[in-house]
């Protein structure tokens, strides 16, 4: 048999090893299910610290819906209180990991977790315990959000208003620069080295994290959101969109509109 072989009968799985050629070792099959359930839940993970790290209050919630639904499908997680404050905990520590990511100092970072992990450590329901978690990410987003504000120079944050106050209309590098008090070519060589993306790329993001928002909490079509943030190209708002959240505005909606 070669090195590494597999037969099935009866939901039972036999693996055959380099090491264990002729002795056959029989595996549930519901163990291969629960590892793949466990890798999701790792790549979900690595998913809401990035999430947090940049502040984005939406996909973090959207992300720890899933890790919800990962952690669901476990054996040895149950729904009491108890397991349910456990895994409260785990949450916790991802979401001061990508605080940490994001550069907010420790003693901000551990003043803000420990004022919710008390409350959460009280709680005897788990309405209130999915609550608490959803202000905790909309807390740290919130502060990293205003600290990355707080470090770009005066133009830059006009730049960056300015933008949010017109998502949907074409904006112009020459049109920023001048909001912002700036030549055309200092203006876009310091947009880019403060928030380390082009003035395209910024206003794309975005324009995407926008929609997606609208995507979950209205029931706009697609089309009148791309229109909304900008886009009149339905085809293209929804290419802009899948590059930038990895997804389609259709698939996006079916997949996370479960609020």
Not at 175 to 200: H, N
Request: some cysteine; proline content about 2%; hydrophobic content about 35%.
């Amino acid at each position: 048999m070669s090195e590494n072989s597999e037969g099935e009968a009866g939901g039972i799985r036999t693996v055959y090893t380099h090491q264990e050629q002729g002795s056959p070792r029989l595996v549930p099959q519901e163990s291969y299910e629960e590892v793949s359930i466990v890798n999701r839940r790792y790549h979900v993970e690595g998913q809401f610290i990035e999430a947090i790290s940049r502040g984005e209050t939406r996909q973090a919630l959207v992300l720890m819906g899933e890790l919800k639904k990962t952690s669901g499908g476990l054996r040895f997680v149950s729904d009491s209180m108890k397991d349910q404050i456990a895994g409260a905990a785990i949450v916790r520590t991802l979401i001061r990991m990508g605080a940490r990511k994001a550069g907010l100092a420790p003693t901000v970072i551990d003043s803000i977790s420990q004022e919710y992990a008390q409350q959460m450590q009280h709680t005897v329901s788990g309405h209130r315990l999915d609550m608490l978690l959803e202000k905790l990410v909309a807390h740290f987003c919130g502060v990293i959000r205003q600290e990355r504000k707080n470090s770009y120079s005066l133009y830059v944050k006009k730049a960056i208003d300015y933008i949010s106050l017109n998502l949907n209309r074409q904006i112009t590098v020459a049109e920023l620069a001048e909001a912002s008090g700036l030549a055309r070519s200092y203006f876009a060589r310091l947009f880019g080295k403060e928030t380390g993306m082009t003035v395209k790329q910024y206003m794309a993001k975005k324009r995407c994290e926008t929609a997606a928002e609208l995507l979950l909490d209205s029931r706009l079509s697609v089309q009148q959101i791309g229109a909304y943030v900008g886009y009149a190209d339905n085809n293209y708002f929804s290419k802009v969109f899948k590059a930038n959240m990895g997804t389609s505005p259709q698939d996006y909606r079916k997949k996370y509109n479960f609020y």
